[in-house]
């Protein structure tokens, strides 16, 4: 019997495996390549993607809108692929920091929530049994809790990630574990979901 897979998608990490890609052999990660190369010979049955809008402040600079209207238009694009829904989770909120070298004070946005709505949705469809397994893009540890509850309803998870220490990419050793499987996606791995030019 074919398997019906559900991918799901950490944005954030997805971003990160973009940027990878584009620095290293200067391509772009096409999102519905990626759904097709995880899900194998299964029946794919959605790729879902868990992001947040970028941060704006409450007098936008240019910088600030020019990033929202760029990623709104990836977001619309996302929901027009067959079987493809992006997720508006969490939000995107300043955080300050003190630099240890000079102490000026500076903002990075830090998002929030988004681990959390991803989590909850895998641990809400695994008990509803809408899929056999369940593809997990992310390197993220805060997700074996969910990832062990999901398999206590016999689904499958397995977790897809990068590892690369130079440019901050990371595959948890404890997700890792949890899962079913692990498949770790190398740049060749990534070139072959890449957008044709």
Known sequence: ???????????????????????????????EKLSKKVVRDGIHIRTKFYHSYPYQSENPTKEEKEKYRKAQKFFY?????????FCNVGRVRPKYFICPNCGTKFMKPQQKGVDVGLALDLVKMARKRVADEFVLISGDEDFAAAVEL?????????????????????????????ASDRVRMDLDFLEECAMDE
């Not at 944005?11 to 620095?23: A, E, H, Q, R």
């Not at 996302?78 to 079987?83: C, P």
């Not at 309803?153 to 897809?160: D, K, P, S, T």
């Not at 990630?161 to 949890?178: E, F, R």
């Open 1 to 31: 019997m074919t398997k019906k897979v559900v991918v799901l998608i950490d944005g954030g990490y997805y971003d990160s495996l973009n940027y990878y890609l584009k620095d290293k052999r200067g391509k772009k990660l096409d999102i």
């Open 77 to 85: 694009t996302i929901g027009l692929k067959k079987n493809h829904e």
């Open 150 to 178: 999901a398999q206590e309803e016999l689904c499958n998870v397995i977790v897809y990630y990068a590892s690369d220490n130079h440019y901050g990419i990371y595959g948890s050793q404890k997700l890792n574990y949890v």
